[in-house]
C-alpha cells in the first residue's frame, strides 16, 4: 500500500491496547503486529458514545466507516474496551 493511500484511510479506532490485549493471546498480539505494520494507528473511544458505538460493530473484524470525506477503518476488540 503506496504511503499516499495510507495517509487517505485512517483508522478510527483499533481498540487494542497494548499492555491489556498484549496479555489475552497470541492471536491479538499478532493481530496488533500486523495492523501496525499495515500503517494502522491505534485510538481508544474518548466518550462513552464512542465506547457504546463499538460494541455495536462485529468483534475482531475490520469494518469500513465513511467519514469526514474519507474511509476510515474501525476494528473493534472487545477485550479492550
Same mark, same amino acid.
Given at each position: #500500500?503506496? $504511503? =499516499?493511500?495510507?495517509?487517505?484511510?485512517?483508522?478510527?479506532? +483499533?481498540? +487494542?491496547?497494548?499492555?491489556?490485549?498484549?496479555?489475552?493471546?497470541?492471536?491479538?498480539?499478532?493481530?496488533?503486529?500486523? @495492523?501496525?505494520?499495515?500503517?494502522?494507528? #491505534? $485510538? @481508544?473511544?474518548?466518550?462513552?458514545? $464512542?465506547?457504546?458505538?463499538?460494541?455495536?460493530?462485529?468483534?475482531?473484524?475490520?469494518?469500513?466507516?465513511?467519514?469526514?470525506?474519507? @474511509?476510515?477503518?474501525?476494528?473493534?476488540?472487545? =477485550?479492550?474496551?
Amino acid at each position: #500500500m503506496s $504511503k =499516499n493511500v495510507r495517509s487517505t484511510v485512517v483508522l478510527a479506532a +483499533i481498540l +487494542i491496547a497494548v499492555g491489556g490485549c498484549a496479555t489475552v493471546g497470541s492471536r491479538s498480539l499478532a493481530t496488533e503486529q500486523v @495492523l501496525s505494520a499495515a500503517g494502522f494507528e #491505534m $485510538k @481508544l473511544p474518548d466518550t462513552p458514545d $464512542k465506547a457504546a458505538t463499538l460494541r455495536t460493530l462485529p468483534a475482531r473484524t475490520l469494518v469500513p466507516q465513511p467519514g469526514g470525506g474519507q @474511509l476510515h477503518y474501525v476494528y473493534a476488540d472487545p =477485550n479492550c474496551f
